[in-house]
């Protein structure tokens, strides 16, 4: 089975701050990545896929990219309403998300 | 528009049974894989299994954890997903999200219902 380790679980980051996000692969998956967002009432949200595909609407600040088997998001400038949790996402082989990670106001 | 809507959650008891639904609408439910993601309280998402589409004879694929406890169905006239639960152990208890999968040349998980919530306990 494909892991999907996500890093860092939680990051504490200040309006306008650039972040980012890595969910590294334990096996070759090709680019078969997403992102999604998940807001404190539950709701989710895909916004990158195909690793680099932005989502229709999703805002240009949110960009996906891939080193290897590292695959980031990036949050060029934080607004307040990406404070959320994010999840990574292979669907390689069967489907696996990372373990999260909680972005925080600072 | 794409909706997913999941219902059949609430209390049972460990040892138990409860089938769960997803109700669709918007799109080709035949083209589409259906997966079935739950999340524990205050922890990560988890995915638990998917349905294939038409061209991929409507079988199915588990996660470990719930594989032989758990049976995911579809009904494709009525467009609706189900998630049947066996043996449930405290440990299921969870928000159980629908989503939908890859289809054609469309990624998947653009597509999420709202959520129901399962509550294992005595």
């Known amino acids: 089975d494909i892991q999907m380790t996500q890093s860092p679980s939680s990051l504490s980051a200040s309006l306008g701050e650039r972040v980012s996000l890595t969910c590294r692969a334990s096996q070759e998956i090709s680019g078969y990545l997403s992102w999604l967002q998940q807001k404190p009432d539950g709701t989710i949200k895909r916004l990158i896929y195909?690793?680099?595909t932005l989502d229709s609407g999703v805002p240009k600040r949110f960009s996906g990219s891939r080193s290897g088997s590292d695959y980031s998001l990036t949050i060029s400038s934080l607004e307040s309403e990406d404070f959320a949790d994010y999840y990574c996402?292979?669907?390689?082989?069967?489907?696996?998300f990372g373990g999260g990670t909680k972005l925080e106001i600072k | 528009e794409v909706k997913l809507v999941e219902s059949g959650g609430g209390l049972v008891q460990p040892g138990g049974s409860l089938r769960l639904s997803c109700a669709t609408s918007g799109f080709t439910f035949t083209d589409y894989y259906m997966s079935w993601v739950r999340q524990p309280p205050g922890k990560a998402l988890e995915w638990l299994g998917f349905?294939?589409?038409?061209?991929?004879?409507?079988?199915?694929e588990y996660s470990a954890s719930v594989k032989g406890r758990f049976t995911i169905s579809r009904d494709n006239s009525q467009s609706i997903l189900y998630l049947q639960m066996n043996t449930l152990r405290a440990e299921d208890s969870a928000t159980y999200y629908c989503a939908r999968d890859i289809g054609g040349n469309y990624a998947g998980f653009a597509y999420w219902g709202q959520g129901t919530l399962v509550t294992v306990s005595a």
């Open positions: 195909a690793a680099s």
């Open positions: 349905i294939r589409n038409k061209a991929n004879g409507y079988t199915t």
């Open positions: 996402l292979q669907y390689a082989s069967y489907r696996t």
